[in-house]
């Protein structure tokens, strides 16, 4: 709540002279929906890159003056001026290209186009036009992003785009050190922008790999209790299987921990709430699945997923047995087995816990795939 009311305070904060100008004629732009269509905007900041998709389908005069801005080159130099931690990052007014003028920040680039509301949601990623307090036909070049989801904003500000990738960096962005009114301390600068078709998604990982293929692959855990190599039963639950190499690949499992150690039972891990957020790319091949229970026993070094109460709710989390658990058997599903480590797995199995805790986090620093 506290964060909506900040944002809200901030957005809404005195922005232009006393004294306005008369009104321009809105912008509308001579582009065509062909010309917009399927096309990314790609901000390089001095904290890293920003990738928007443009939605000309919701806001095309906003989607239209951003282009023409960015053919110019008029957000280069220019810096995000406002931010609220976790909340919104704010950038693009031309004044922020000059150091000296750091109090005019936020009153530049207005009263050019006219509101072009929608009722796409305010949610993590969407990519707005800032506007004079009061006035809904007053935005232009400046934007934000929301970095978390912003429901009070629905109906007041343009949506015209939404951050494919490059949310990791807005967060980091919206939490560098700032003033009571949202000011950064230091200077986040948009390096350039540039336009670009929207490629092609890029195919899935391990997709087309037939289960003999899947079988040839291993996944070495390493963890700071040693190294521990799994194989894999593509021929009991490929899509496990598939999912499993997947993650790893993309890194979604590096910097979780083993959260839950029950000696004789299990060690469990790559539970994505004991790391760090992901990436948008990560975030998108993470989904449940469904079961693929089999006839294999759960017993010491097989390689199974954690779920909730939905047998379909499986989705990162996975335990590797140290015992004899019939109780499991047909209820979760096992993927694989250890071929290496197994006395990695009795270290960790034995380490001192609180509950189930370890009372020494052990960390899945990394998983690599190797044949």
């Known amino acids: 709540m506290w964060i909506t009311l900040l944002l809200a305070a901030l957005l809404a904060a005195p922005q232009a002279p006393a004294r306005r100008p008369s009104a321009p004629t809105p912008f509308k732009t001579d582009l065509t929906a062909s010309d917009m269509s399927n096309k990314q905007a790609i901000i390089e900041t001095t904290a890293g890159t920003i990738v928007i998709d443009l939605r000309p389908d919701l806001a ?18 220019t810096v995000f001026h406002r931010v609220i931690a976790n909340g919104i990052i704010q950038g693009g007014d031309p004044i922020s290209k000059d150091a000296s003028k750091t109090a005019q920040y936020g009153t530049g680039g207005l009263g050019v186009l006219r509101a072009e509301h929608s009722t796409e949601p305010f949610t993590r990623g969407a990519v707005a036009a800032v506007i004079r307090p009061g006035q809904a036909d007053s935005a232009g070049a400046q934007f934000f992003i929301c970095v978390t989801d912003q429901p009070a904003l629905a109906g007041q500000y343009t949506i015209f785009g939404r951050v494919s ?18 000011a950064p301390l230091e200077r986040v600068e948009i390096t350039s922008v ?35 190599t799994i194989g894999f039963m593509p021929d009991k639950a490929p899509d496990h299987v598939r999912n499993f190499l997947r993650l790893a690949q993309a890194g979604v499992f590096d910097g979780t921990t083993f959260h839950r150690v029950v000696r004789g039972f299990v060690v469990q891990t790559g539970s994505v709430t004991t790391r760090g957020p992901l990436t948008e790319k990560q975030q998108k091949l993470v989904h449940p699945l469904a079961p693929e229970f089999n006839d294999v026993r759960h017993v010491k070094g097989i390689v199974s997923m954690a779920r909730g109460d939905d047998p379909a709710s499986a989705t990162t989390s996975f335990f590797i ?6 109780s499991l058997d047909g209820k979760y599903t096992v993927f694989g087995r250890v071929l290496e480590g197994l006395d990695v797995v009795e270290k960790i199995e034995t380490a001192p816990v609180n509950g189930e805790a370890p009372v020494t986090p052990i960390l899945l620093s990394a998983v690599r795939v190797a044949k």
């Open 60 to 77: 095309p005069n906003h989607v239209g003056y951003f282009m023409k801005l960015t053919k110019e080159g008029a957000y280069n130099g």
């Open 165 to 182: 990738e490059g949310l990791d960096v807005a967060q980091k962005i919206s939490t560098v050190a700032a003033s009571a009114n949202g």
């Open 194 to 228: 540039t336009i670009r078709d929207t490629p092609p998604p890029e195919p899935l990982a391990f997709a087309s790999d037939t289960p003999e293929q899947l079988a040839a692959y291993r996944a070495v855990l390493e963890t700071s209790a040693g190294a521990i």
């Open 321 to 326: 047995v140290t015992g004899d658990a019939p």
